[in-house]
């Protein structure tokens, strides 16, 4: 199974991702597997993304206006199929500042691309991360939703070190820092932060990519986060996938949720 069967991609559409863990690997990853497939790809952010070089390199534009990054796109869209765009680079930083969901939405209607993917939120790249009340920032067009988190995390110590806003992920676990990662905080921060997430009204799928199962110990895990959500709330999501994106992208299992909605 690749990328485009566990995410249940069909010929275009716009992803947004979120959580920690993977983000950035997921959207490139992604985006070399639907331009090998003969898809066009624009990958951006509302956050911000370092800027795309070796294995991420794609063409890149930089501009806040829609019509601008339309303009480019067409004449780079002749000999690149994936291209990346922000409102700014920031030198100092080697970022992409995001762009606004509504130049996003303009891209969109122009038909220009197949596929946008969006990088949601930010991590500091740390594997797990809870968010504060203005995160994320998904825009309400998106067709997929996909939360990431990383089971490397598991059974370490609650740090500022693994896991961004700290403080707020032992708030809503009922964790102290210095205490164990469990599968069951890693669940409850999760479906805490995709249920805060707006309804987008497209009917949009979403998705828990549990990353980095890379032994058996962390798919086990997995399969016990898993267990969590379908007890829990089937509500949230509607697939869980437990994989790893490095060194190349690998699903070990993909699950449907049955759901409970009214």
Do not use: W
């Amino acid at each position: 199974m690749n990328l485009q069967e566990a995410l249940s991609l069909g010929s275009k559409g716009v992803i947004s991702l979120v959580g920690a863990g993977g983000k950035t690997s997921l959207m490139y990853a992604l985006a070399r597997e639907l331009v090998s497939s003969g898809r066009r790809v624009l990958t951006t952010t509302t956050t911000r993304i370092f800027m795309p070089e070796g294995d991420h390199f794609s063409a890149a534009i930089i501009s806040d206006v829609a019509g601008e990054i339309t303009a480019q796109a067409e004449v780079l869209l002749k000999d690149h199929s994936h291209l990346t765009a922000g409102s700014a680079f920031l030198k100092d930083q080697n970022k992409l500042n995001g762009l606004k969901p509504a130049v996003i939405e303009s891209i969109l209607h122009s038909g220009l691309f197949d596929f946008i993917i969006i990088e949601a939120d930010g991590a500091a790249r740390r594997p797990l991360k809870a968010c504060a009340p203005h995160e994320p920032v998904v825009p309400l067009f998106s067709d997929r939703i996909v939360a990431l988190a990383g089971l490397d995390a598991v059974a370490k110590p609650l740090t500022g070190e693994l896991v961004f806003r700290s403080s707020i992920f032992s708030r809503v676990t009922g964790l102290a820092p210095m205490q164990e990662i469990t599968e069951s905080s890693i669940a409850s921060v999760m479906l805490h932060d995709m249920s805060a997430i707006s309804d987008t009204g497209r009917a949009s799928m979403r998705i828990a990519f549990l990353n980095k199962a890379d032994n058996r110990e962390r798919r086990q895990a997995g399969e016990r986060i898993a267990a969590i959500f379908e007890k829990e709330d089937r509500s949230i999501f509607h697939r869980i996938i437990i994989g790893t994106l490095k060194p190349t992208p690998t699903i070990y299992q993909c699950m449907e949720m049955e759901q409970e909605r009214t």
